[in-house]
C-alpha cells in the first residue's frame, strides 16, 4: 500500500529502480567513481557498501568504526538485526539517498532496523527515525485497517518492536477506531421500531474476520483493549468465534488408539488464551455449541485443567439447551470407555450447582418451589433429565463403561428430574443386556436405582417379562402396579363430573346420584372382590419366591452344581406366573371375568329399567 497524496511529506517516497541484494550499492551523484571500502555481513548475506554515507547517518556503524583497532576496516559484522538483510537493505538505500516508498508492509521493518541502527537526529536530520515516525502517527494509526496491516508485519522483529512501543501503538489505535466505527455505525444505522419504542442497531463489525490474521498474543491484547474502550461483547464473542474456526481448522481428532504426546504446542496456546479471554473479559455472548467445540478441542490438544473446568462450568449455566450429540464427547483415554462420561460428570454437577443458587434454598422437600411445575429451575431438571436418559441409553452399550460411573451419572440428578423412569429404565436394560457378566448384587444395586412407582404401563409390562432382572425387581413392579390400581379405584368415587375416570359412572350430570347408581356401586363392589383376589395372589407369589430363595442358599451350602439348572428353571417358572399374574391385574380378572360383568351389568340395567317403569306408574296414579 503506497502512501498516495501524502508522498509530497517524504522525498523519498517515489519508486526508483534500487540495486538488488548482494550488489554494490552506489550512489550516482557522489560516489560513481569511488570504489567501495566495506563489507558488512548481515544475516550470512553480504554488501559492498561505503563508510561515509553509512557513518553519517548510523550511529551503530559509526561507533564500530570508530572502536575498530583496525585502522583500515575492510568488514563490519552486524548480529541480531531486525527485519533481517530485507530491513538492511531498506536502511542503506535510504542512507544512499535511494528513493523508495514507506508503505504499511515495510514502516514497521524500517523503524525496528532504524532503531538498531541508531539512525536518530543527532547524527543528521529527518533522520530514518523521523520520517518512520511521521508515517507512523499521520497515516497508519489514525486508521484501523492500516494499524491492522501494521500489526500483523511486526512478527519477527522481537524484541526490538516491543522496545520502541510499536505493537502498544497499533494495539491502542485498532480498539480505539474500532470503538469510534462501532459507535458511528450504530448511530447512523439506528432506528426505532414502530409502535414499539424499541431501538435496533444493524450495523456489521468488518474487522472480526480481519483480527483472525493476528498472532494470538497480539490478538489477546487488542481484545483486552477492545474491552476496555467498550467495544460491545457480542462483537468480541463473535471475533473469538471467527478466530478458533480460522487457527485451529487444521487440528486433527485423536483416536482412542492413538498413542505419544500430542505436538499442536501452538493449538494448545490458542485455545488456553481463548478460553482465558472468555473468563476474565466475562464473554457471555457465545453460543453453546461454541462451547462444546471448544471443550473438545481442549481435550484434543490436551489443555490445562483450569481452562476444561472453565469451560465445563459456562455449559453447565445453559445445560438444558444442550443436545445429546453434544455430549457424546469421544475419550481419549486408551483405557477408559469410548466416551468422556467424567466430563459429562462435571457438567451435570455444575448445572445442579448453578440449580441450587437459583433456588436459593427456598425448596420444598419435594425438591422444588411453591410453583411447582412452573418453576424455571424445575422445568430446566427436567429437560436435563430427558437429556440424561437419552446419554445414559448411548453410553450403556459400551463394554468398558465401568458399573460405577453409570450408577454414578444415574444418582447424581434428583429424583423429581424424572416424572417417569421409563427412560432410565431403558437405559440400565441396554446395560445389563451389554454386560451379562455383571454378579447378582451388581444387577440389584443397579436395578434399586428404578423407581417402579413411576415406571408407565407398558415399562411395567415390559419389566414384568424381562428375564435380566433380578426377580425382586419384577416382584416390586408388580406389587406397585397392583397399588396403583387399588388407588384408582378407591378415589374414583369422589370428585365432580369433570374429573372423568369411575367418577363420571357414578354422579350424573347435575351432581345428584341418579337411580342407576345402586346396580353400579355392585359392580365396582365385585371389581373390589377381584381385586382382594389377585392382592392375594401376589402374598402366594411372595411366599413362593422366599422358598426359592431358602432352596437356592441350600443348594449353594451342599456344592450341587446341577442345581443351579433347577433352580433356574423354578425361576422363569415363576417369572411366568408373575406374568400371568401381571396379565390378570390389567385385564381386572381376564375375558371371564369380563364376561360375568356384562352379564350382571345387562340384568341389573333391565331389572333397574322395570323399576323406573313401575316407579313412573305409581307416580302417574297419585298425580291422577
Request: glycine share 8%; aromatic share 6%.
Amino acid at each position: 500500500m503506497g502512501m498516495g497524496s501524502d508522498s509530497a511529506a517524504f522525498p523519498f517516497s517515489t519508486t526508483t529502480t534500487s540495486p538488488r541484494f548482494c550488489n554494490p550499492i552506489s550512489h550516482t551523484r557522489i560516489f560513481s567513481d569511488v570504489a567501495e571500502d566495506v563489507t558488512v555481513s548481515v544475516d550470512g548475506q553480504s554488501f559492498l557498501l561505503h563508510k561515509f554515507p553509512l557513518v553519517s547517518r548510523c550511529g551503530r556503524v559509526r561507533k564500530m568504526v570508530v572502536d575498530s583497532k583496525d585502522t583500515d576496516l575492510l568488514k563490519l559484522e552486524l548480529v541480531n538485526v531486525p527485519g533481517g538483510a530485507f530491513a538492511f537493505e531498506l536502511a542503506a538505500k535510504f542512507c544512499y539517498g535511494s528513493n523508495f516508498e514507506i508503505t504499511t508492509a515495510n514502516v514497521a521493518h524500517l523503524r525496528c532496523v532504524a532503531e538498531y541502527l541508531e539512525m536518530t537526529e543527532d547524527y543528521q536530520e529527518e533522520n530514518l527515525i523521523f520520517r518512520t515516525e511521521i508515517y507512523l502517527n499521520e497515516i497508519v494509526l489514525k486508521n484501523l485497517d492500516k494499524s491492522l496491516e501494521v500489526l500483523c508485519k511486526c512478527d519477527g522483529l522481537d524484541p526490538t518492536v516491543e522496545e520502541v512501543g510499536l505493537v502498544d501503538r497499533c494495539v491502542d489505535a485498532i480498539a480505539m477506531n474500532a470503538s469510534k466505527e462501532q459507535l458511528v455505525s450504530g448511530l447512523a444505522h439506528l432506528e426505532c421500531h414502530v409502535g414499539s419504542g424499541k431501538l435496533h442497531t444493524h450495523s456489521q463489525d468488518w474487522w472480526v474476520e480481519d483480527l483472525s490474521a493476528l498472532r494470538i498474543d497480539h490478538y489477546r491484547r487488542v481484545i483486552t483493549a477492545m474491552r476496555r474502550n467498550g467495544v460491545r461483547p457480542e462483537s468480541i464473542g463473535t471475533s473469538i468465534t471467527h478466530y478458533a474456526q480460522t487457527s485451529l481448522k487444521g487440528v486433527e481428532r485423536r483416536h482412542v488408539w492413538d498413542s505419544g504426546p500430542f505436538v499442536g504446542d501452538d493449538q494448545r496456546m490458542i485455545v488456553e488464551t481463548l478460553i482465558d479471554l472468555l473468563a476474565t473479559e466475562n464473554i457471555t455472548t457465545v453460543t453453546l455449541s461454541f462451547l462444546f467445540g471448544m471443550l473438545r478441542m481442549a481435550i484434543e490438544v490436551d489443555a490445562n485443567l483450569d481452562c476444561r473446568i472453565e469451560v465445563e462450568k459456562r455449559i453447565g449455566l445453559q445445560l438444558e439447551m444442550a443436545s445429546l450429540d453434544d455430549l457424546l464427547i469421544p475419550s481419549t483415554q486408551t483405557s477408559d470407555s469410548m466416551f468422556d462420561v467424567d466430563t459429562v460428570h462435571r457438567i451435570l454437577v455444575n448445572f445442579l450447582q448453578r440449580i441450587d443458587e437459583d433456588d436459593s434454598g427456598e425448596l420444598s422437600p419435594c425438591g422444588y418451589d411453591s410453583e411447582g411445575l412452573k418453576s424455571p429451575s424445575h422445568s430446566s431438571v427436567l429437560k436435563v433429565g430427558r437429556l440424561m436418559d437419552g446419554y445414559l441409553a448411548e453410553i450403556a452399550p459400551d463394554p468398558y463403561l465401568k458399573l460405577q460411573k453409570f450408577m454414578a451419572l444415574i444418582e447424581l440428578l434428583p429424583d423429581y428430574a424424572r416424572i417417569v423412569d421409563d427412560g432410565l429404565y431403558r437405559a440400565i436394560d441396554i446395560y445389563l443386556k451389554a454386560h451379562p457378566s455383571l454378579t447378582e448384587s451388581e444387577c440389584k444395586k443397579l436395578c434399586k436405582l428404578i423407581d417402579c412407582q413411576k415406571l408407565s404401563q407398558d415399562a411395567s409390562s415390559h419389566a414384568a417379562q424381562n428375564d435380566r432382572l433380578p426377580i425382586q425387581m419384577v416382584v416390586r413392579v408388580l406389587y406397585f402396579e397392583q397399588l396403583r390400581l387399588k388407588s384408582s379405584f378407591s378415589g374414583g368415587g369422589s370428585g365432580g363430573c369433570g374429573d372423568g375416570g369411575l367418577s363420571q359412572r357414578f354422579i350424573c350430570s347435575s351432581g345428584v346420584p341418579s337411580s342407576c347408581v345402586s346396580p353400579q356401586r355392585d359392580n365396582y363392589a365385585s371389581l373390589r372382590r377381584e381385586n382382594r383376589e389377585l392382592k392375594l395372589e401376589i402374598s402366594r407369589m411372595r411366599v413362593r419366591l422366599t422358598e426359592l430363595e431358602r432352596e437356592q442358599g441350600l443348594m449353594k451350602q451342599q456344592g450341587m452344581r446341577g442345581g443351579d439348572g433347577r433352580t433356574g428353571e423354578h425361576g422363569r417358572a415363576f417369572l411366568a406366573s408373575l406374568s400371568r399374574g401381571f396379565g390378570r391385574i390389567s385385564m381386572f380378572g381376564g375375558p371371564a371375568a369380563a364376561e360375568r360383568r356384562r352379564r350382571k351389568k345387562s340384568s341389573r340395567s333391565s331389572q333397574g329399567s322395570e323399576g323406573k317403569n313401575r316407579r313412573r306408574q305409581k307416580a302417574s296414579f297419585a298425580y291422577d
